[in-house]
DNA sequence: TGCCGAACCTGAAAGC
DNA sequence: TGCTTTCAGGTTCGGC
């Protein structure tokens, strides 16, 4: 399942291959997956057609690709993104926003190469010698998909998201939630604030992308596991200190996912190559029900892992060195 | 206003 | 063997 290191490695694996090229066509063989673009297909279509993708951007789990509507077609090829953007000149208005969901997979394709069976949008790509030029959208649960959205000014004047050139505007469907914990400008003070601010638990709250973006559960029992902290524990009563350890456990987890390449446990998560990643094997909470506790068993105890549900989803924690709060309070 | 749960969706695995 | 049920979970939206 796709979170932020997954799709920061398709952001940078798609930058490689996007920048500078225009959109000369596009499928949409199935059009569930851009259901939110309100306009339907044919405005979806006339939105992308000869123009000139300028990045790849993330905040979160969101992807977009600001667009440079004013190119003529086909002279996208070799043009330089860094010096396209001139101010209050050619700025882009608007940008294709992709999110993964579930299942989501942004492909790089060679013409000639089948259509995957769940191929759901094509973007052809102006050519250019040894690149492919389909961008395929392939989504098994269809609960990602792309759409066309407004470029708007970020609130606090920074970069809108993380991509190879920082804009201050964000893509308009990413602008309600908040930074993410790998991004420079994510404040901890902001973080903290929100956090305190509500009256729920705590997995809860890092679920919720207006308080913390890209976390998913996967990454969430695992931060949660490395601060020793339960998923049930009241909002409202975590300490600056449980926080920050918090904090600093979803980056260690999210940057050692990113080197290993994501968190793949079957074929439904792969980056724009088509390639899996590795982290799974380095997972000390999600998914080991039944199997001892890594921490506790080193210093000589046996505790085992469980697993309950929660919001619809399955949280795994260790009951000795991730204690229940009672009443959600300690 | 803000919290919470249902709904969306498909395929693999388990159960019968 | 084949049918049915369960499970996986990110985001949005409606109900309370």
Not at 310 to 317: A, E, G, I, Q
Request: proline share 6%.
């Amino acid at each position: 399942m796709p979170e932020l290191p997954e799709v920061e490695v398709v952001r940078r694996g798609l930058a490689r291959w996007v920048r500078g090229r225009t959109i000369t066509g596009v499928d949409v063989p199935d059009p569930r997956s851009i259901r939110r673009h309100a306009l339907g297909t044919e405005d979806f279509i006339g939105n992308l057609e000869h123009a000139t993708v300028m990045d790849v951007v993330r905040r979160g789990k969101f992807l977009w690709m600001p667009l440079n509507m004013s190119s003529p077609a086909g002279t996208g090829i070799g043009s330089d993104p860094a010096t396209a953007f001139v101010p209050g000149g050619n700025v882009p208005k608007v940008a294709l926003m992709a999110h993964l969901g579930m299942s989501g997979q942004l492909l790089m394709q060679d013409p000639d190469v089948p259509d995957e069976k769940h191929l759901k949008v094509r973007i052809r790509l102006s050519a250019v010698n040894g690149m492919p030029e389909q961008l395929r959208f392939v989504d098994q649960r269809i609960f990602g998909g792309l759409f066309v959205t407004s470029m708007i000014p970020t609130v606090d004047g920074g970069p809108g998201g993380l991509g190879e050139t920082p804009l201050p505007e964000i893509a308009e469907e990413a602008s309600h939630i908040a930074r993410d914990p790998l991004d420079p400008f994510f404040s901890f003070d902001a973080f903290y604030r929100k956090v305190k601010g509500r009256k729920t638990g705590l997995k809860r709250a890092l679920l919720d992308q207006s308080v913390i973006s890209g976390i998913g559960n996967i990454y969430a029992d695992e931060a949660l596991w490395r601060s020793r902290l339960h998923y049930a524990r009241a909002t409202d009563t975590l300490r600056r200190a449980d926080a920050e350890r918090l904090v600093e456990a979803v980056k260690d987890v999210m940057n050692a996912a990113l080197a290993a390449g994501g968190t793949s446990f079957d074929s439904l998560y792969v980056n724009v190559n088509g390639d899996s990643g590795y982290f799974a094997r380095s997972l000390n909470a999600y998914g080991r029900a039944g199997e001892l506790c890594g921490r506790c068993e080193a210093i000589g105890l046996h505790s085992v892992m469980k697993r309950e549900q929660f919001m619809n989803r399955s949280s795994y924690t260790c009951p000795v060195c991730q204690p229940r709060p009672r009443n959600g309070r300690w």
